[in-house]
């Protein structure tokens, strides 16, 4: 265990070194996001009762960051380490898919978790602690930054340069978190969009998130964790056997 | 009882759409052997070391380091090999210390400092252990490269190109190392572009071409198949040269005439054809046939009387 148990310090380690980027400058722009909004919209849109806008607004802001930062780490390290070859550092020792893909997701997952406190901590003193099922809270972190790391993983994999993990993250990472309800409640959208909704993994995610927050959610927390957790099985499926028959990376 | 070898190829082939990057190879390497494998670009010398490092798998055979399979026994395999690849590849995350540590890791090894801080000044890097990988030179980052290849302590230990473009203090320094590291018993498997290199230090050499092997034997077996020496005279300029030796004249220029000669004992009879002449020598250079003239036989580049390797 100790070559894996290497890599995932290696890749925690990675992302800490450049904090700044990797860390702070992610709060900072979910804090703005957070200011804007509950700004202009605080007073026009209340979706539950007794909770505030900006209130329903961080938990969405949290998750969204812990996605966004767990895709983009696994992903721009692998695309990094392929693009300037290093990436044999790994394949040349005696590491199984397993612990490759286990270290590459966890370490993902550590700076969602990290970027996603540093922005729960920083819009406490907005909203106040709301925590009405904080075991609800920690489920849906992991296993959000689980899907994103293990995603960050295949588009890692699979591009071959920055352009195409750019497109990846652009054209479908993106919509899909900003789609999914961060800023707003499925129930206000129109009923075909909200139909469309669900088919958003990602708005399970943040739904059953937000639920552990406020106890209150668009849809049960036990449905959004059974679509969270068998998207998730889906993708290890897929990346294990990504890895295993070596796709782009034993050529 | 035969000696499992260190390396053991076994009809590999691999395709990259239509090019045979290896089309069938076989190769034994004894354990201690410092082995050559030579071959112009895109021979396959490099998707052979791959393949070997589970870098490349290939379409079929087998292959084996210390006699474990290279996809069935992965895990021993791979400890059992450490490969300098010929790019010069860096994390530029950290420094030389944290890479090796990071090595060492990968590889299960913990505790490793004192290792890595033997291998840090056997390569000469003591003074830029903590400096960022980013900050080194080409040839510091190749000599960490090498040392990246020793952290697990490999009985197999493969170069790609160790020394392209790398000065020549440091390319002697490299091989005084690697050497040693021979002497203390492990296998050395070299690619490089530096003949003069691979027949000082390889004890036996194979030379790849389009994929297949096309010469494997020991380095002094295949200088012998170059017989004669190659004579190079300097003569006073419109000095005319006897009519017997105008016809053994390979190659002519700036006052200085090349000759080939079956045996060594020929250049008596030449330099009295030139004094009887009343030719006066005013330079003279005797060469023996080196791995260059071999390589290009082999290769089929020049016709087998055309020992250019001396004379350019």
């Given at each position: 265990m100790s070559g894996f148990r290497t890599l995932l310090y290696k890749e925690v380690l990675r992302f800490w070194k450049v904090g700044f980027q990797t860390v702070a400058a992610p709060v900072l722009t979910a804090l703005l996001y957070l200011l804007i909004f509950s700004h202009v919209l605080e007073a026009h849109v209340r979706v539950y009762e007794n909770v505030s806008y900006t209130a329903f607004l961080v938990p969405g802001l949290v998750m969204m960051s812990v996605l966004q930062n767990a895709f983009a780490n696994s992903s721009s390290s692998l695309i990094q380490s392929k693009v300037t070859g290093n990436i044999i550092f790994v394949l040349l020792p005696p590491l199984s898919y397993y612990e490759f893909f286990a270290a590459y997701v966890l370490a993902s997952i550590g700076r969602g978790v990290v970027v996603g406190a540093g922005v729960l901590l920083t819009t406490l003193w907005l909203t106040g602690a709301h925590f009405a099922a904080p075991l609800w809270i920690l489920i849906f972190l992991l296993l959000g930054g689980a899907i994103m790391g293990t995603l960050g993983l295949i588009a890692g994999i699979w591009a071959e340069k920055f352009d195409q993990l750019a497109a990846f993250q652009n054209?479908?990472?993106l919509p899909l978190t900003f789609l999914s309800g961060v800023f707003y409640s499925i129930h206000s959208l129109p009923v075909f969009w909200q139909q469309v909704s669900h088919f958003n993994p990602v708005f399970y995610m943040i739904d059953g998130f937000r639920y552990g927050f406020f106890g209150v959610s668009d849809i049960s927390p036990?449905?959004?964790?059974?679509?969270?957790?068998?998207c998730f099985l889906l993708l290890t499926i897929l990346t294990l056997k990504m890895l295993s028959s070596g796709y782009k990376l034993r050529s | 009882m035969s000696q499992t070898p260190a390396i053991r190829v076994h009809q590999v082939t691999k395709r990259f759409g239509s090019v045979q990057a290896l089309a069938g190879?076989?190769?034994e390497i004894a354990p201690g052997e410092f082995f050559g494998l030579l071959g112009p670009n895109g021979a396959g010398k490099t998707t052979l070391i791959s393949a070997l490092a589970g870098l490349t798998r290939p379409d079929s055979g087998s292959l084996e380091v210390m006699g474990h399979d290279v996809r069935g026994d992965y895990r021993a395999a791979r400890r059992a090999l450490g490969v300098v690849p010929q790019e010069l590849v860096f994390d530029p995350f950290f420094t030389v210390r944290e890479t090796l540590a990071f090595q060492s890791g990968y590889f299960g090894i913990r505790d490793n400092g004192a290792w890595v801080d033997e291998i840090i000044h056997h390569l000469d890097l003591s003074d830029k252990a903590d400096t960022n990988m980013r900050r080194l030179s080409g040839g510091m980052k190749r000599r960490v490269l090498v040392a990246q290849a020793l952290v697990h302590r490999p009985p197999v230990i493969v170069l790609d190109e160790p020394t392209a473009g790398v000065?020549?203090?440091l390319r002697q320094g490299l091989w005084q190392f690697i050497r040693r590291l021979n002497r203390d018993g492990h296998t050395i498997v070299l690619t490089t572009h530096y003949l003069e290199e691979?027949?000082?230090?390889?004890?036996?050499?194979?030379?790849?071409?389009?994929?297949?092997?096309?010469?494997?034997?020991?380095?002094?077996?295949?200088?012998?198949?170059?017989?004669?020496?190659?004579?190079?005279?300097?003569?006073?300029?419109?000095a005319p040269l006897p009519v017997p030796l105008e016809s053994r004249v390979t190659a002519a220029g700036d006052g200085w005439f090349s000759l080939n000669l079956e045996r060594g004992e020929e250049v008596e009879g030449i330099l009295a054809s030139l004094r009887i002449a009343g030719i006066n020598i005013l330079d003279i250079e005797l060469g023996k046939p080196d791995l260059e003239q071999v390589f290009m036989r082999v290769m089929g580049k020049i016709a087998a009387s055309d020992f250019r390797g001396k004379l350019q």
């Open positions: 054209f479908l990472i036990w449905i959004s964790l059974a679509v969270v957790g068998g | 190879i076989d190769l000065d020549v203090e691979a027949e000082s230090l390889c004890g036996r050499i194979a030379m790849m071409k389009e994929g297949r092997i096309v010469a494997l034997d020991t380095t002094a077996n295949l200088l012998s198949r170059i017989e004669g020496h190659s004579l190079r005279l300097r003569l006073p300029a419109n």
